[in-house]
């Protein structure tokens, strides 16, 4: 019983002495705590961006109205969101069929219930022969929008995040990531900023073929030549491969 009292006795004097700090030792512990938290708010707003600068291009998530209305409100075309990549000159990222190397980009989103969006849509890409190889992709600039589903029951504002993930390619290859995020007022809304951008986007996106048009690969020397055919007997386009 007596060693459980000193040992309590022992205890509370380590306790008092270890927070019992001289003014010079406070004003210390003071500055550290302040600079942690300095740290830690500016982690949180370097988080939660809509553009990221990375090594050889910028990636934003944009969007192609200021605001956004539920499905039931919008019965043609419902809005986008989307990744913009600015490349430095010589740099790419990939399409969709990358070809004999590389990744497209990709991301996870982060929704709020009732909110959900749809695959990124790739817009047609440009050859990119490297020595033997053919890959496929983008340099300069380019849009990957998709289409954003807001439910009846959702109001105030969307947020919206993303975690995207990328490969950049000029002789080598570098990956990179970033954390975006957007946040979109639901009511009515008007054209955004990035709004020619997604029309100029969507007027590059592969079409579907018309029903009684018909893909016809020949072997000829060398290669194939692919024929598309939208009227039988006749070639609209023909393309050695």
């Not at 440009?126 to 496929?136: E, N, Q």
């Not at 893909?215 to 020397?221: I, M, Y």
């Amino acid at each position: 019983m007596r060693n459980t009292r000193l040992r309590a006795r022992w205890m509370r004097r380590r306790s008092i002495g270890r927070w019992n700090l001289s003014p010079e030792r406070r004003l210390r512990v003071a500055l550290i705590l302040t600079l942690i938290l300095t740290m830690v708010a500016f982690c949180t707003r370097g988080d939660a961006q809509t553009s990221v600068e990375a090594r050889h291009l910028k990636v934003s998530l944009v969007a192609d109205r200021t605001a956004v209305s539920p499905d039931a409100s919008h019965r043609t075309v419902p809005p986008h969101v989307g990744l913009l990549f600015d490349l430095e000159p010589g740099w790419h990222v990939y399409w969709t069929n990358a070809g004999d190397s590389g990744e497209p980009p990709a991301v996870k989103w982060n929704l709020p219930t009732g909110v959900t969006v749809g695959p990124l849509q790739f817009p047609a890409s440009k050859r990119l022969p490297l020595g033997p190889l053919m890959d496929f992709g983008y340099e300069t600039q380019v849009l990957f929008p998709a289409e954003l589903h807001v439910s009846e029951n959702v109001t105030g504002t969307v947020a919206i995040a993303a975690d995207v993930n990328w490969l950049v390619c000029r002789q080598a290859c570098i990956p990179g990531k970033a954390h975006l995020s957007l946040g979109l007022p639901v009511g009515t809304g008007g054209a955004s900023e990035a709004a020619p951008l997604f029309a100029k986007t969507f007027a590059a996106l592969p079409k579907v073929l018309p029903a009684p048009a018909q893909a016809v690969f020949t072997r000829v020397p060398g290669g194939f030549q692919l024929a598309v055919l939208t009227e039988i007997g006749r070639a609209s386009c023909r393309e050695r491969v």
